[in-house]
């Protein structure tokens, strides 16, 4: 991601080209924020942010959201933000693009890290 660029993008399209499932690439920055994309089918797992609010919105497809106490399914062009230290398990029984925002110190995976946990490195395509 270049930080001087000032040309708009395609979070769409970007999300399109992405061969890695639920392996989210950053796509923009603002204030302590990141923007990312990503191409997700199945199961993430359980985790939580014990710090940061974590926003999904949808580009093309179906997420459904699990949390503890219920889940939230959301479809094209609907956002959710699950709050703070909640716990929660992104499912997709197909693929779905999706957007994200998230503080730039919020971890891929939160508190339980797992095989599909991604480093910020990894994220800003720099690894």
């Known amino acids: 991601m270049s930080t001087t660029a000032r040309a708009a993008i ?3 399209d970007v999300a ?4 890695e499932l639920w392996s989210p690439r950053v ?6 924020n990141y923007v990312k994309v990503a191409k ?4 993430f797992g359980w985790h939580r942010h014990p710090d940061e609010d974590e926003l999904f919105h ?3 497809g179906r997420l459904r959201i699990d949390m503890r106490d219920g889940a ?3 479809e094209a062009g ?5 709050p703070r230290g909640v716990e929660h398990c992104p499912v997709a029984e197909e693929e779905c693009l999706l957007m994200l925002v998230e503080r730039k110190t ?3 995976s939160g508190d339980t890290p797992n095989e599909k946990t991604r480093s910020i490195e990894e994220q800003l395509g720099a690894a």
């Open 10 to 12: 395609s979070p769409v």
């Open 16 to 19: 399109a080209s992405l061969t």
């Open 27 to 32: 796509v923009g920055a603002f204030d302590d």
């Open 40 to 43: 997700v089918q199945g199961t």
């Open 58 to 60: 949808i580009l093309r």
């Open 72 to 74: 939230v399914t959301l």
């Open 78 to 82: 609907q956002m959710f933000v699950v």
């Open 106 to 108: 919020t971890l891929h």
